[in-house]
């Protein structure tokens, strides 16, 4: 059941060019890998929405990439401070598959440690821009680690059942390759909860509230 609180933060540590925000759970439920939380920043209006990464007793954590002035303001945040967490939200992966293979690229990876608990750690395939940005792989057990130019694609094996995350071209090009593939796409969200039509995508060209119906989507 989602709940919105206010959480105090444990730590906030630097994972590569990306930041790893830990809060004390509170009373929110962690809910299923893939979905997400409305993270609000101390003086900024509207929340972003953030995939949960860990799931450790008692706490949640949150893998961010500063792309603007709120998730700057999130990066910022200390031991110590408050934020408003809003949450679980959306749908998230299937769980019930019988060989899963994580394919993920850049800030794509912030579900996979959470999934890659639940699922028994299974192969991961991670792709990232630079080796600096590749650090975050230390957070995913089995992961396979490609740098550009080599892509995620190059190394995806028939005969898994794959769960992805991160980019609409690589998302794409994996759905090209595996058809009943999760995918987990990105959107801007204000609200998270369906009420502002602002994550509103074209899908096969249907128009869906990400936040409503994904952000985990078949790929077929």
């Known amino acids: 059941m989602r709940r919105r ?9 630097a994972v590569g060019p990306y930041s790893l925000i830990r809060v ?20 900024r ?37 408050e934020i408003h967490v809003f949450g679980p939200l959306g749908n998230g992966y ?39 940005h590749a650090e975050a792989a230390a ?22 059942d794959v769960l992805a995350c991160g980019p609409e071209p690589m998302l794409e090009a994996v759905r090209e390759l595996a058809p009943d593939a999760q995918l987990a796409w990105e959107a801007p969200m204000a609200c998270g909860y369906g009420a502002c039509y602002g994550c509103s995508v074209e899908v096969d060209g249907v128009l869906q509230r990400l936040c409503v119906a994904g952000p ?3 790929a077929a």
């Open 5 to 13: 609180e206010a959480l105090s933060v444990i730590a906030n540590e």
């Open 139 to 160: 957070l995913v057990p089995n992961a396979e680690v490609v740098v550009e130019p080599t892509l995620v694609t190059e190394r995806v094996r028939t005969g898994y």
């Open 45 to 81: 209006l509207l929340p972003r929405p953030m995939s949960l990464c860990q799931a450790p007793t008692a706490e949640l954590g949150f893998l961010l990439d500063v792309v603007g002035p709120g998730t700057r303001a999130l990066a910022a945040v200390q031991s110590g401070d």
């Open 216 to 218: 985990v989507l078949e």
């Open 94 to 132: 299937r769980l019930d598959v019988e060989k899963p293979l994580l394919v993920g690229g850049g800030i794509g990876v912030a579900p996979f440690p959470y999934l890659s608990e639940q699922l028994g750690a299974p192969p991961a395939i991670l792709g990232f821009r630079s080796d600096w």
């Open 24 to 43: 004390e759970r509170g009373g929110l439920d962690p809910g299923v890998p893939g979905q997400f939380f409305m993270l609000e920043a101390p003086g």
